[in-house]
């Protein structure tokens, strides 16, 4: 499921204690009344692990076991919840999700996308929900609001 590599030495994906992270991703759930189902539980996994952005076919393909008939429309549901529930966030630039970093606080992030080796960082300025208040003054329906910067990580400048 990793992208391909580029070949600068990009540090791994951010130590990943996952399962701290699989807890706080179930009570936030179980707290909002919602059921922590397997594919809810084993999508997630799929994208901390990945600690990057991760197109659904990606995930469907390594959602199956191997031999397995992959079940698009488990993943899609599941990644609809996450997403919802905030513990996912869509990279729209890139048609990709990736597991939310901060998934204790209700929040709408900006990210950081290198182009060379597909990291994304959160940044959390607030800018996303500004820009719809100003919207929302100017009298528009915001459907979407995405604050993507794209360019080269410090890892992929320097070497
Ligand atoms: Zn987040
Ligand atoms: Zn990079
Ligand atoms: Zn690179």
């Not at 919602?34 to 994208?47: A, D, I, K, N, S």
């Not at 429309?73 to 996912?88: C, H, I, K, N, S």
């Not at 300025?125 to 915001?142: H, M």
């Amino acid at each position: 499921m990793t992208p391909a590599r580029c070949p600068h030495q990009t540090p791994d994906a951010r130590p990943c204690p996952l399962a701290e992270r699989l807890d706080v991703a179930r009570s936030r759930c179980e707290r909002d009344g919602e059921r922590w189902t397997e594919p809810r539980r084993r999508t997630y996994q799929l994208l901390v692990e990945a600690g990057r952005p991760v197109k659904a076919y990606d995930l469907i393909a390594a959602y199956k076991a191997p031999g397995q008939v992959a079940p698009p429309p488990t993943v899609y549901r599941a990644l609809e919840f996450l997403l919802a529930r905030g513990l996912v966030h869509r990279i729209e630039s890139r048609n990709a999700f990736v597991a939310c970093e901060h998934p204790e606080t209700d929040h709408a992030p900006e990210f950081l996308i290198c182009e060379c080796c597909g990291r994304t960082e959160e940044l959390r300025n607030d800018l996303n929900r500004v820009v719809r208040e100003q919207a929302r003054a100017r009298g528009y329906v915001v459907r979407t609001a995405t604050v993507e910067l794209t360019g080269l990580c410090p890892a992929c400048r320097a070497s």
